[in-house]
């Protein structure tokens, strides 16, 4: 077995769905991610500027790095009848908060490389400048879709992205070249707000996801409209992907079963609910994210939305 066959198996028992390996060089796509931050559609999230020249500089994030590890973590699991009912939560945020479950295992893959003679092992998982999309697709796990997941052959886009970058000089892994999306637009097509500009271009501002999440405010009367009963992210442009109807499998990660949907739970419930009861139900989720504050919010908006056009 080869050092790298030895840290697939190893991330493999780790209960990660894929591993490639790549290195630091700079991003390809700096000039998208400038034009992208130019044109607004971060909205608020300012810490995308922040990070914007490490993002193109994965060398500048560790100095001491020579090979990035990447790997998939599968957070599938089928909807329930009470999942498709609205509130609607995003499959990702039905389980364990996904940083923790996954910065978890990623510290025992660093632990291995460590053991491996490596000094320097640092992890990454979403909370970080790293730009996660473009070295999986780098490191050969899939490739960009028009939707701007990373979706793999054979097996979809439901998957978190992890990264240990390691002064471990590894070979690196075919760059993924080929595009398999073809003339296929149904993810495009498909989201209820017109959130992509254009393919692999999304205005973030327009996203449910941002709008639920990360959007600081109240959510504009015409998005609220569009939310299609979403109170927490949103699946649509990942659930019409054929590569996702025809191949997504059932997550092994114990963590990721769902914990609760949000049935029966009203914009008029939230509001008599305390931060403790909150906190007792959805303390160790993604939820706790918007907090209390940001989930009244959102499921007053989704009941707006659900009585048509406001005057
Ligand atoms: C900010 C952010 C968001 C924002 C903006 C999303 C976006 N598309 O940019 C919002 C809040 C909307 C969001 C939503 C979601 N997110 Co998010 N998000 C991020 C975050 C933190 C940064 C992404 C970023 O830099 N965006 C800026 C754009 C410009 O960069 P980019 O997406 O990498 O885009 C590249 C392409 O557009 C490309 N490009 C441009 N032109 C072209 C042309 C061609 C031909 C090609 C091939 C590429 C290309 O260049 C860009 C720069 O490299 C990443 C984590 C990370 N550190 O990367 C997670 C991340 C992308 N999110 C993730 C997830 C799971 C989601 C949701 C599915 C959650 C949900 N169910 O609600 C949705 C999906 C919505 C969607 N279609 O993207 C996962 C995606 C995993 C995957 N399989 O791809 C990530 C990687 C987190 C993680 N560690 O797992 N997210
Ligand atoms: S997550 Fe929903 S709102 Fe956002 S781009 Fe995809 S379909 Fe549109
Ligand atoms: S729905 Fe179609 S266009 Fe969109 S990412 Fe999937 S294959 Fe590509």
């Given at each position: 077995m080869t050092p790298v066959d030895r840290i697939r198996a190893r991330a493999a028992e780790l209960g990660f769905a894929a591993c490639g390996i790549t290195d630091p060089?700079?991003?390809?796509r700096g000039a998208a991610l400038d034009d992208w931050l130019a044109k607004g559609y971060g909205g608020t999230m300012r810490y995308l500027h922040r990070q914007a020249r490490r993002r193109k500089e994965p060398q500048s994030i560790v100095p001491e790095a020579r090979s990035v590890i990447v790997v998939l973590d599968n957070y599938y699991h089928p909807d329930s009848p009470e999942d498709l009912a609205a509130p609607k939560i995003a499959k990702y945020a039905r389980g364990s908060d996904y940083h923790g479950v996954m910065g978890e295992r990623l510290e025992r893959l660093a632990g291995f490389l460590r053991e491996a003679g490596a000094t320097v092992a640092r992890v990454y998982a979403?909370?970080?400048?790293?730009?996660e999309r473009e070295l999986a697709e780098r490191a050969g796990l899939g490739w960009i879709g028009k939707n701007t997941m990373l979706v793999r052959p054979g097996a979809g886009s439901f998957f978190f992205i992890g990264s240990v970058f390691t002064d471990l000089e590894l070979p690196p892994d075919q760059p993924f070249?080929?595009?398999?999306?073809?003339?296929?637009t149904r993810c495009l097509d498909a989201c209820p707000t017109g959130a992509f500009v254009a393919p692999r271009v999304l205005d973030a501002t327009r996203c449910i996801s941002y709008l639920t999440i990360e959007q600081k405010g109240p959510i504009p009367d015409d998005l609220a409209e569009r939310l299609?009963?979403?109170?927490?992210?949103?699946d649509i442009c990942n659930d019409v992907c054929p590569w996702n109807v025809k191949f997504a499998e059932a997550s092994g990660v114990p963590e990721y079963e769902p914990r609760g949907h949000l049935a029966g739970v009203s914009a008029e419930s939230l509001a008599a609910t305390s931060e403790e009861e909150f906190a007792g139900r959805f303390g160790r989720t993604p939820l706790a994210r918007p907090g209390l504050g940001g989930m009244r919010r959102n499921l007053a908006a989704v009941k707006r939305g659900r009585r048509g056009p406001l005057p």
């Amino acid at each position: 077995m080869t050092p790298v066959d030895r840290i697939r198996a190893r991330a493999a028992e780790l209960g990660f769905a894929a591993c490639g390996i790549t290195d630091p060089r700079p991003s390809a796509r700096g000039a998208a991610l400038d034009d992208w931050l130019a044109k607004g559609y971060g909205g608020t999230m300012r810490y995308l500027h922040r990070q914007a020249r490490r993002r193109k500089e994965p060398q500048s994030i560790v100095p001491e790095a020579r090979s990035v590890i990447v790997v998939l973590d599968n957070y599938y699991h089928p909807d329930s009848p009470e999942d498709l009912a609205a509130p609607k939560i995003a499959k990702y945020a039905r389980g364990s908060d996904y940083h923790g479950v996954m910065g978890e295992r990623l510290e025992r893959l660093a632990g291995f490389l460590r053991e491996a003679g490596a000094t320097v092992a640092r992890v990454y998982a979403d909370a970080g400048p790293v730009p996660e999309r473009e070295l999986a697709e780098r490191a050969g796990l899939g490739w960009i879709g028009k939707n701007t997941m990373l979706v793999r052959p054979g097996a979809g886009s439901f998957f978190f992205i992890g990264s240990v970058f390691t002064d471990l000089e590894l070979p690196p892994d075919q760059p993924f070249r080929t595009d398999h999306c073809g003339s296929c637009t149904r993810c495009l097509d498909a989201c209820p707000t017109g959130a992509f500009v254009a393919p692999r271009v999304l205005d973030a501002t327009r996203c449910i996801s941002y709008l639920t999440i990360e959007q600081k405010g109240p959510i504009p009367d015409d998005l609220a409209e569009r939310l299609e009963g979403w109170a927490f992210g949103c699946d649509i442009c990942n659930d019409v992907c054929p590569w996702n109807v025809k191949f997504a499998e059932a997550s092994g990660v114990p963590e990721y079963e769902p914990r609760g949907h949000l049935a029966g739970v009203s914009a008029e419930s939230l509001a008599a609910t305390s931060e403790e009861e909150f906190a007792g139900r959805f303390g160790r989720t993604p939820l706790a994210r918007p907090g209390l504050g940001g989930m009244r919010r959102n499921l007053a908006a989704v009941k707006r939305g659900r009585r048509g056009p406001l005057p």
